[in-house]
Every structure is written in structure tokens, then in C-alpha cells.
């Protein structure tokens, strides 16, 4: 599950299977482990957001009903269903925020930790709804070879809509199999193989980030620094600055599929 907060920039528009929502610096949503999701927006503008991903074995082990849990923190019908709630979210949400701006210690660790917690019991009593659960039959070579597909086709305008044309599946089942197999949506695996790319040639060429951008499949450079950030917490720039000079590269260990 993702938990994310709009801080700077201008309208966002965030599709959550095929659901548009619109937020503006402020608003907070979050969104559920086997949604398909995007963002767009001007590429002019500034954009800051902070979130996080709460991983669903540290959730489930908390909070075992979680498992079936359909989170309702989406666009701006939920601010007006509970604004006390919603409020209390943010408020502990920028609280960490700004925590983690100082930097880590024993005491900023447990109050992180706190605020964390309290952010689970306002999600649980204000924004979940329980679903019954799916029983979905794996299909492992389906999986396998939409894989070994966007492995060898990442740098190309493929998403899951289109690999679901190709492959004569609903994009619904495609994700159903990717979840099921990876326990993962099938546009966040491209994502992550195109990002694991962008990494590559970030510690081993001195190419512009336009030109990683292109040839990973990116639309551009601002679509790329968005994506590697939420990823790796820095820019493309600042991470081959940071790392390119003590990263030895072994080509060999790109020869199979990226984890």
C-alpha cells in the first residue's frame, strides 16, 4: 500500500484503474497493493510529494484483516466522508516528514515509529472497507513470458494496456497473474525494469539523462527524475554523482531477468 502527500507543484491528476482523481499541494491519498496507478501533470512545475509504501507482510503481520482490506483514502470525496480522520493522517504523515528531514536517531526513530503506528488505527477505523478475498489461479508461464517480453522491449512505449492487447488477456488478468506470481502490478514491474536500466547506465556511461531517459522507455527527463527519485530517494544526477564513482559495473549480472 501506498500512502502519499502532495506538497508542492500544482493540479495532479492520479489514475487509479482507469479512475481519474485530481489532488493539489495538501491533499493525501493512498493506494492499494494491486492497483494499476499513474501521475501526470505539468512538466513545468516544481513538484514535491513524500509517501510511503507499507509493505504488505509487515501489514498483514500487524493487522492480519488487512489482507482483504479495499482502502478508501481516494480523491476528494474522502476528505468530506471524514475530515478529522483525514486530517489526523496528515498531520502524523508530515510529522514523519519532517522527523526524517533532521535525520535519524534512537528517540527520532521511535517517534517516527509512533507516528506510523497512529497513522494504521486512523486508516483502519476511517478508510478501509473489507472485500472478500479473490482465489485466482496462477498461470506462471503467462507470467513468464510477458516478463522475458517487457525485458527485451522496456525502452519501447509499451504499458499494461498494451501488453494485454498483445498477449489476448484483460489488462485485469494480466495484473491478477503479475500479483499473484511477483506480488506486483504488471506497470510496476515494467517500471522497475526500466528503472533498473536507468541505474545501469547511470553508473557505467556517461550519457545525458535525456538520452537514459529515451532509451529506458521514459517520456522524459522530468518523468524520469519523478520515477528514480520515489525510487532511490535521489535524482538520477545526484545518485550517479553519489555512486558512479566507486560502482564497479558487472555486465554479467544483467543477463538474467532483474528481481
Not at 29 to 51: K, L, M, T
Not at 182 to 199: A, H, I, K
Request: charge should be positive; aromatic fraction near 10%.
Amino acid at each position: 500500500m501506498e500512502l502519499n502527500c502532495l506538497t508542492a507543484g500544482k493540479t495532479l491528476k492520479f489514475v487509479t484503474d482507469g479512475k481519474t482523481a485530481e489532488y493539489h499541494p495538501g491533499d493525501i491519498w493512498a493506494v492499494n497493493r494491486r492497483s494499476v496507478h499513474s501521475a501526470s501533470g505539468d512538466p513545468n512545475v516544481d513538484w514535491a510529494e513524500f509517501g510511503l509504501i507499507i509493505d504488505d507482510d509487515f501489514l498483514q503481520a500487524q493487522l492480519p484483516k488487512s489482507a482483504n482490506w479495499q482502502i478508501t483514502l481516494v480523491g476528494p470525496q474522502a476528505k468530506q466522508n471524514d475530515p478529522t480522520g483525514y486530517a489526523a493522517i496528515r498531520t502524523h504523515l508530515i510529522a514523519i516528514h519532517d522527523i526524517l528531514a533532521q535525520g535519524i536517531s534512537d528517540l527520532a526513530r521511535l517517534s517516527v515509529l509512533s507516528h506510523f503506528y497512529n497513522l494504521l488505527v486512523l486508516l483502519a477505523q476511517s478508510f478501509t472497507i473489507p472485500v472478500a478475498p479473490q482465489n485466482v489461479k496462477t498461470n506462471p508461464s503467462l507470467a513468464d513470458t510477458v516478463m522475458d517480453y517487457i525485458d527485451h522491449t522496456y525502452a519501447h512505449p509499451i504499458t499494461g494496456a498494451t501488453l494485454a492487447r498483445q498477449f489476448h488477456v484483460s489488462l485485469t488478468t494480466l495484473n491478477q497473474q503479475f500479483n499473484a506470481n511477483l506480488q506486483m502490478s504488471v506497470n510496476r514491474y515494467l517500471r522497475l525494469v526500466r528503472l533498473m536500466n536507468v541505474r545501469r547506465l547511470l553508473l557505467e556511461t556517461d550519457k545525458s539523462i535525456d538520452y537514459i531517459a529515451n532509451i529506458c522507455g521514459f517520456t522524459n527527463n522530468k518523468t524520469l527524475n519523478r520515477n528514480f527519485k520515489a525510487w532511490k530517494n535521489l535524482t538520477p544526477t545526484a545518485y550517479r554523482q553519489t555512486y558512479a564513482r566507486y560502482h564497479k559495473i558487472d555486465t554479467s549480472c544483467f543477463q538474467n531477468r532483474p528481481l
